[in-house]
């Protein structure tokens, strides 16, 4: 097909072949005339086309249920059957922590001979209606990157056929994608609070808003926002008001998930044992001064040592200054204690609203005081400008290869594989990832280059004995009963640099080939069956060299690893050291 | 509830007047470990009894490596698991051996 030859036109077919078709019955009628010569004028403003006559027919639909930008709570799902058509890419803003819950309840009581086949592109399918939509039919595709509470049904809609699903992403390619192939025709998100105008002010919890809001409106589709309440003047403003086309007044102010808070009073003797090792084996040994924790009692139980241990190793102001990360609570003991300049965050966290106000200089605020959020900038910030990723995971096999995905649940990656990979278009040196590259290319002759610091942080055993570490990960079997091109891994063994249990820590940096980095795998999984069938003699010699080290070798002693080294034992501690600041959602009070 | 026991020769007896030595509580993902002296013999002798059936294998493992740390005899370990998970079995058994030879007076 040569490049400037008519067939240009049938190109530009977003929705449907109609230029396509045209341009066929033209060639057909006049014979040999000249193709490019007898096709009609292409018309570039289709969207836009498409996007006036939905804003007519929903003003006529819902006449004096509509103000300007403002719909009244009972017209929303005329709205939606208005603003929205069959096959339409459907974002529903659904978030780790803020969820668009009235929209999502909405959509799954639209009439489904009007709008059907809907393609869904969320990050985070976390309530039951979002999967509602896929059971009454009224959508069919879905692209995503996180459904933990919904893994389980998810997985049992896609083996029956109900959701084709397209890939599991990783946040910033989802996000990336919504700028090329993916970007919403409609989106439905959720704002803290609406001006008359239509300007949106979402609050700590902006998340995923701006990077929904963008693509959709820059590129003529509808934005609708439901708000918790309208007011005259915003406290300031996250999303101007010509991003927006609909308001909506929630009945219920929306629902948001304290997903990131750990109760300190459940952290075991043997996290704080693993807290240990990671500090000195690996913060210490590193100078860890930019990073990103996984969600989890493991790294919880790492911010609670900082001001204790590391700080009687001499450790403050040394590492953990800089930080991409929600507003843990546990993380409190350790900004009062100094430890931490910056804190930049995806989402915010329940409860945490008046320590961060309070603690400007450590948290990312607007005018108004309170925090601004945003997944995508700090996915990135995780990503380019972090020099190490810790985090939890389900299952490592022998290559390293990490996964969250187990049998009979699509569970989805979320962020993990952006923070627990290798930025391989880093440019910018650190200490840390200078020294981390150095183990990673010892003597290769090649260009010096850096190295992402990527640990997984692993009990050998979860509760109920269920291994950490297999011969084949479960991820291969739900490939194949789910149909999916790739089996879903978290995070693969070459971006892996370093597994940590209670057995010790394996640099696989330092691992000359395969056999042997198979055997410092195992010889850090402890009484499992792959723990039990390593090569002693070829552990022992990994040990000698440093590539395993126990706690023995980094001068720990075990039984220095008790409770008391915690700087908070409860939530209680958290609000204390807070000051009082913190405000713990009712389900974590039980004093 | 499954019931082992394992026996232990060639460690270095601790001293009889040692005292009983208990560490640990019996709850969920916990255990009890209990090391008394057993002046009669220089075995290091160890009775498991546990919530969790089928693990026979970890816990000859566990108690094998237990062993060659500490090389002791003349004691007798009683152990009540309520699910705990290897690596708090070994914690544990550090703990209570730990504790035991420091009251030891010699």
């Known amino acids: 097909m040569s490049a400037e030859g008519p067939p240009q036109g049938a190109n530009y077919s977003p929705h449907g072949g109609s230029a396509a078709a045209e341009l066929v019955n033209e060639a057909a009628s006049g014979g040999a005339a000249h193709y490019a010569r007898t096709a009609p004028p292409r018309i570039w403003n289709k969207r836009v086309q498409r996007r006036a006559l939905r804003l007519e027919r929903a003003a006529t639909r819902l006449g004096a249920r509509l103000t300007g930008k403002l719909v009244d709570a009972d017209a929303i799902v005329a709205l939606l059957e208005e603003a929205i058509e069959p096959a339409d890419r459907v974002c529903i803003e659904g978030n780790n922590q803020k969820q668009a819950d009235f929209l999502a309840r909405a959509l799954t009581a639209v009439d489904r001979g009007r709008v059907y086949d809907l393609h869904i592109v969320q990050s985070v399918l976390a309530l039951p209606e979002h999967l509602d939509v896929f059971e009454r039919g009224i959508a069919s595709r879905l692209d995503f990157s996180f459904s933990g509470p919904q893994a389980a049904r998810l997985a049992k809609l896609a083996g029956n056929g109900q959701i084709a699903i397209g890939a599991i992403h990783t946040y910033l390619e989802l996000f990336g994608r919504y700028f090329i192939d993916l970007t919403p025709d409609v989106a439905l998100v959720a704002a803290q609070a609406a001006d008359r105008e239509g300007n949106l002010y979402t609050g700590p919890n902006t998340e995923d808003t701006p990077v929904i809001a963008e693509a959709t409106a820059f590129k003529n589709g509808l934005v609708i926002a439901q708000v918790n309440e309208l007011i005259d003047v915003l406290p300031r403003i996250d999303i101007p008001s010509d991003w927006v086309d609909f308001v909506v007044q929630s009945p219920t102010p929306h629902y948001i998930e304290p997903l990131f808070t750990r109760d300190p009073a459940m952290i075991s003797e043997i996290q704080v044992l693993m807290a240990m090792m990671a500090i000195k084996g690996i913060y210490a040994e590193y100078g860890v001064d930019r990073l990103n924790h996984g969600i989890g009692f493991d790294t919880a139980a790492i911010e609670l040592l900082l001001p204790t241990y590391a700080e009687s190793l001499g450790l403050r102001g040394k590492i953990c200054r800089y930080w991409a990360l929600n507003p843990h609570p546990t993380l409190i003991p350790a900004i009062e204690a100094g430890f931490v300049e910056s804190v930049h965050s995806f989402g915010s966290e329940l409860g945490m609203e008046d320590y961060i106000r309070a603690r400007p200089d450590i948290f990312f605020t607007g005018s108004d005081g309170s925090m601004r959020s945003n997944r995508a900038f700090c996915q990135t910030a995780g990503h380019y400008a972090c020099d190490m990723f810790i985090g939890s995971t389900l299952q490592i096999d022998l290559a390293g290869n990490s996964s969250t995905a187990t049998l009979g649940r699509i569970a989805g990656f979320g962020g993990a594989p952006n923070m627990g990979s290798d930025a391989r278009g880093r440019r910018h040196a650190t200490h840390a990832w200078l020294t981390a590259g150095r183990e990673a290319h010892r003597g290769n002759g090649a260009a010096p280059r850096g190295r992402k610091l990527v640990v997984q942080m692993v009990e050998t055993f979860r509760e109920h004995m269920e291994p950490a570490f297999v011969e084949r990960l479960d991820a291969w079997d739900l490939a194949e009963s789910a149909n999916m091109a790739l089996p879903p891994i978290m995070i693969y063994g070459d971006d892996v640099t370093h597994i940590l249990t209670e057995e010790g820590i394996a640099n696989l940096l330092l691992c000359r080939d395969d056999d042997e980095r198979e055997q410092a795998i195992r010889g850090v999984a402890g009484y499992t069956a792959v723990g039990l069938s390593r090569d002693r003699v070829a552990v022992a010699k990994l040990r000698q060299r440093g590539v395993i080290r126990r706690a023995e070798d980094l001068g720990i002693d075990k039984r220095d690893a008790t409770r008391d080294l915690l700087a908070a034992r409860s939530i209680k501690d958290l609000v204390r050291a807070s000051g009082g600041l913190y405000q713990p959602p009712k389900r974590f009070r039980n004093w | ?106």
């Open chain 2, 1 to 106: 509830m499954e019931r082992l026991q394992f026996r232990f020769d060639g460690g270095s007896r601790v001293a009889a007047a040692s005292d009983a030595c208990l560490v640990g509580v019996v709850a969920s993902g916990n255990l009890e470990v209990l090391i008394e002296p057993a002046p009669q013999t220089d075995a290091c002798a160890i009775e498991i009894r546990t919530a969790a059936n089928g693990f026979g294998d970890v816990w000859q493992a566990v108690m094998t490596d237990f062993f060659e740390r500490h090389r002791v005899g003349g004691i007798r370990i009683s152990i009540n698991d309520a699910g705990a998970t290897p690596a708090i079995v070994s914690l544990r058994l550090d703990q209570a051996i730990e504790e035991f030879t420091r009251r030891d007076p010699a």
